[in-house]
């Protein structure tokens, strides 16, 4: 039978850590940091034991909504992809899983779990008690040769991509540049004012990401530049372990058709590549990624309230940021 035991961050525990094979740069320190800084939340390490011995490590954070208690590994809107467990191949997701359930509701005393477990699957989520809603992501497997990579894309996507060389669009990495932050959310306001809408996070955001993994040198910042030297898009893809994950992107509208975006994301494939990283991740399943290649993942999304009433707070809460989303942009005056 699995147990959970909290533990303090220490030096010792996150080189343990840094040994199971699942880890995600979301299992880190620094991001982490991060992570607790933009929400104001407290992280929460646990080590997963069979008996005496450690098969694994849990990792979350503890924020409050309603004056409640609530256990994220993450939370949506914490722009964290996946987080939970990172396991020994003999140790069951299900179990680790199962002993989550009163590491949460009766050591923590939380009102409220979240989970998204890149390792879970929808079967193994029954009988617990929990809600879940599917959340794949699409990934690309950088293994083959860049010809087959680039081949693997739909057709219109590699023209895209020559198309922007032959229209003189090159590519910047960036480092220790103070103004980048603001190209990119400067570009993120437009690309969501296409839709009337305004971006779900402040730019502190993305300065507190640069601010905290940047140092770690797990993090891919880039600039595309026209003929003329204008910056017209960016992206930024943290990187760790064997996967590279693309957090964000932006473009200016009036410059798209110079074809940017794609030819950041060649260029960030085949920079991961080099460095061995073996899989692109793009942290969601939106349908326009599969012009890449992509191979879409399955990874539920999983949830459980103390009550009814806290579910559904939750669901509530949920619905009314995309309320004041909307009616910040009419206030706002975006323009689609």
């Known amino acids: 039978m699995l147990r959970l035991h909290r533990v303090e961050p220490s030096a010792e525990i996150w080189a343990e850590r ?10 880190t320190e620094p991001w982490l940091r991060f992570v607790a800084e933009a929400q104001r939340a407290e992280p929460v390490l646990a080590r997963v ?35 939970g467990f990172t396991l020994s191949p003999e140790a069951s997701r299900r179990a680790a899983l199962e002993a989550l359930m009163p590491f949460a509701f009766q050591e923590l005393g939380c009102a409220h779990l979240e989970i998204r477990d890149r390792g ?8 617990l008690g929990l809600r879940w809603s599917d959340a794949p992501t699409a990934v690309i497997d950088l293994r083959p040769g860049e010809d087959a990579l680039f081949g693997a894309m739909a057709s ?11 229209s003189a669009v090159t590519i910047e990495e ?9 190209d990119f959310y400067d570009q993120l306001r437009d690309v969501f004012a296409k839709q009337n809408l305004v971006p779900t996070y402040s730019i502190e955001r993305v300065r507190s990401l640069i601010r905290h993994i940047g140092p770690s ?47 950041l994301i060649w260029h960030a494939m085949r920079w991961a590549k080099a ?45 009314g940021f995309a309320m004041k989303q909307r009616a910040v942009a009419r206030l706002t005056g975006a323009r689609g």
Not at 74 to 83: D, I
Not at 156 to 166: H, L, Q, V
Not at 174 to 182: C, E, K, R, S, Y
Not at 275 to 295: C, I, L, Q
């Open 174 to 182: 960036v480092v220790d540049d103070p103004t980048f932050a603001d």
């Open 156 to 166: 219109a996507c590699r023209r895209n991509i020559r198309k922007a060389a032959k």
């Open 120 to 127: 879970l699957t929808p079967a193994e989520l029954g009988g």
């Open 18 to 27: 840094a040994t199971y094979d699942d880890r995600l740069i979301f299992h």
């Open 275 to 319: 460095r061995g990283v073996t899989e692109f991740d793009f942290v969601g399943g939106n349908s326009y990624k599969a012009k890449y290649g992509t191979v879409e993942v399955p990874v539920p999304w999983a949830r459980r309230s103390r009550s009814p009433l806290v579910a559904n707070l939750r669901d509530a809460a949920q619905q």
């Open 217 to 263: 040198g797990q993090l891919l910042l880039l600039r595309a530049r026209d003929g003329e030297g204008r910056c017209i898009a960016t992206a930024v893809l943290p990187w760790y372990h064997r996967t590279m994950y693309f957090w964000g992107g932006a473009s200016y509208r009036e410059h798209q058709h110079l074809r940017p975006n794609e030819t």
């Open 49 to 83: 034991t069979d008996g005496d011995r450690t098969v694994g490590h849990f990792t979350g954070l503890l924020t409050k909504r309603f004056g409640l208690r609530i256990l994220g590994s993450p939370m949506a809107g914490w722009t964290t992809s996946y987080v």
